[in-house]
C-alpha cells in the first residue's frame, strides 16, 4: 500500500515537473518572440533613419552641386546672415527683373527647412551639426558629440536608442564629407576634400512602432496563453488517467492478495486432509494386517490337522485369499508410504515375476469363458520365489 502511495506521489510529482517544464517553455518561448519584436523594431527604426539620411543627402547634394539655389523671400525663408560672413559670396541677395526678391539657400539652410517640415509631418527629427559650427545654433550634443569624435577615428555610422525630451527615438548619424562642391563656402575653414566636414544625425521616434508591433506582441502573448492552457489540461487529464490505471492495478492487485490468501488456507486444509487419510490409511493397514496374519497361520496349524480332501481345498482357498489379501494390504501400506514421502525405493536382483496361475483360483464360477482374463507374461530367466522383505504369511 505504501509503496503505492509512493507511486501514486511518484505519478503527481512527475505531472507537476512536466508542467512546470512546459511553463518554463512557454515563458522563454514568449520572451525571445517578445525580445525579436522589439529587436525588429529597432531594426527597422535604424533603416528608417538610413533611409531618411540618404535623401537629405541627394537632395543636399543637389543643392551643393549648383553652389546653392535662389528662392524667393518670405517670412519664414529670411536671407542667412551665416552665408553674409563666407568670402566672395557676392549676389547672396538679388531682384528678378520683376522686382522679386530672391535669396541665396545654402544647403544646410535647405536642409533645416526640410526637416522642420519632416519632424511637423512625420516626427522624425534631423541635425546638421558639426564639431567646428560655421553656426552657432548647428553645435553638437552630448551623444552627436561622441559620434562626430568617433567619425573622426573612422567610424562610417553611429546608431542607438536614446531618450529625447522624454521620449524614445532611434537615433542614427553618419558623416558628411567635404567634397570638391562645398569648398567654395566652406574652404575658408580650412578643410581639404575628404575631410569630416561634421554629420547628418536623424532621430526617428520609437513609438508609432511599438505601437504597432505592440498588436504583434498581444497577438503572441494570446496564442502562448492558449498553448499554456491546452498544454495543462492535457497534462492534467494525462495525470487523471493515469491515476485512474493506477487506482484499477491497486484493486487487482488487493483482489490478487486475497486470492492468495484463500488459496493457501485451502493448500492448508486439502493437505490436513490428505494427512488425515494417510494416517488412516497406514493405520488401518497396519490393524487389518495382525488379525490377517492370524488367520493365515491358523490356515496353516488347520491344513495339518484335516485330512479331508474337500475341507483341505476351502482351507488352501482361505488361504491364497488371505496371501492376496495381505499383498493388498501391503500395496495400501506401500501408498500411504509414498504419500508421505517416507517410500523407499531398494534396487534388488530378487523382485520376481510371480506366478499367477492362482490368481485365476479367485475368480467367479465360469469367470473363465465370460468374465476378466488375466494374462500373465514374463520374460524367461526371472528369478521365482517370494520378496525376503515382505512377510508372506
Ligand atoms: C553656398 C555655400 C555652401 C555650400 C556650397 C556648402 N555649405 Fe555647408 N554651410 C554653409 C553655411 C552658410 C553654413 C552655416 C549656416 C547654416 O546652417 O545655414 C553651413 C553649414 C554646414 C554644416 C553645419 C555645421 C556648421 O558649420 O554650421 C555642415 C555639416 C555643412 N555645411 C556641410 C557642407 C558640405 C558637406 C557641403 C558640400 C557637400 C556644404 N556644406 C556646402 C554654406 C555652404
Redesign the pocket.
Known sequence: MNALREHRLNVSRYILILAAVWTAGIVGSLGWNLYHITQNDVERARIQARIAYSKDLIY??WN?SH??VYVPVTETTLP?P??RS?DGLDELNIETPSGRKLT?I????MT?QVFEMTEQVFGTRGH???L????AE?LPDAWETKGLNAFEEGAEEVSSIERIEGQEYMRLMRP????Q??M???ESQGYEVGNV??GLSVSVPMDPLRAISLAHKYRIAWVHVLLWIVGLIGLGSAGVRLRKAELVRELAEQELEENNLHLSAAKQEADLANHSKTEFLTNMSHEIRTPMNAILGFTEILEDRIADPRDLQCLSSISSSGKSLLILINSILDLSKIEAGKLVLEEDDHLCARDTAGDAEHLPPGGHQTGPRVLHRSRAGLPHGPDPRRPAS
Open positions: 543636399r547634394r551643393a553652389n546653392g542667412n551665416t552665408l563666407i541665396l545654402n544647403p544646410a539652410y533645416r546638421l551639426t558639426s567646428k559650427p560655421l553656426r548647428n558628411l564629407l567635404v567634397e562642391r562645398c567654395k563656402c566652406h566636414r561634421g
